[in-house]
């Protein structure tokens, strides 16, 4: 488990910005830790807001929502940039799905990160096809603390890494939950992969 190294006190002048990313396939549990992580900042009492890109409306238009039905209120936005003028004095931002921005995010990360926030993101690492997904090997060189998460094959049991979609449509983008997708381990994705 994460254990966060400080929650930063209430003097503006003891805060000392850092990013942390959560990654790993779908099912991993990314939202469910993101949101733990969010919990434990609001009963610090720290000005908490978060944010999902608004093209995430698999659960719900406003709550970012787990797959274990957990939930907190969110902000969808349409690009990465209103989160710089969203996020106004808090002391804390999280971003969930945050593979699906344009590669603005790294420096909405590092400015909010430089102005002195806890910035907490959760995305996939790779896509359906294995591949990098959008902003996040960026993230993930930049962030000062990162965790992967691992979810179950449905195929062995083993621990999974991937994302394996079940329909044969190529686009990168493709909104979908257990229906469309499975967390695999590496051998099972590769055996089965198109
Ligand atoms: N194959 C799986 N492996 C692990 N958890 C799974 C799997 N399929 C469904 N789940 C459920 O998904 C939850 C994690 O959901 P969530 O935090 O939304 O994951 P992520 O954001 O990484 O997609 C688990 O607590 C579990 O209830
Ligand atoms: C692999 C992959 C996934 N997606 C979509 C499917 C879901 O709507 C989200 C991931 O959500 P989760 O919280 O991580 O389960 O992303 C996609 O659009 N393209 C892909 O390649
Ligand atoms: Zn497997």
Known sequence: MFI?????????????????????????GKTEELIRRLNRAFIA???????????DTRYHEQN???HNDT??????????????????????????EVQFFDHQVVHVANALAIAG????MAGLDMDFEGKPFGP???LLSIAEYVTKVHAICMKCGE?????????????????????????RCRKCFYEDKK
Not at 117 to 120: L, P
Not at 159 to 173: G, M, Q
């Open 4 to 28: 966060e190294p400080s929650l930063g006190g209430k003097n503006p002048k003891d805060k000392k910005g850092h990013i942390e990313v959560i990654c790993g396939s779908m099912f991993s």
């Open 45 to 55: 009492k720290q000005k908490v807001e978060i944010f999902k890109p608004a093209i």
């Open 64 to 66: 970012v929502v787990s």
């Open 71 to 96: 939930a907190i209120r969110s902000t969808p936005v349409q690009f990465a940039s209103d989160i710089l003028l969203l996020a106004g004095d808090c002391d804390v931002v999280g971003i969930d």
């Open 117 to 120: 926030k806890r910035v907490i």
């Open 136 to 138: 996040m090997p960026q």
């Open 159 to 183: 621990l999974a890494s991937y994302s394996f979609r079940l329909s044969e449509d190529r686009e990168k983008v493709m909104l979908g939950e257990k229906n469309t997708y499975e967390a």
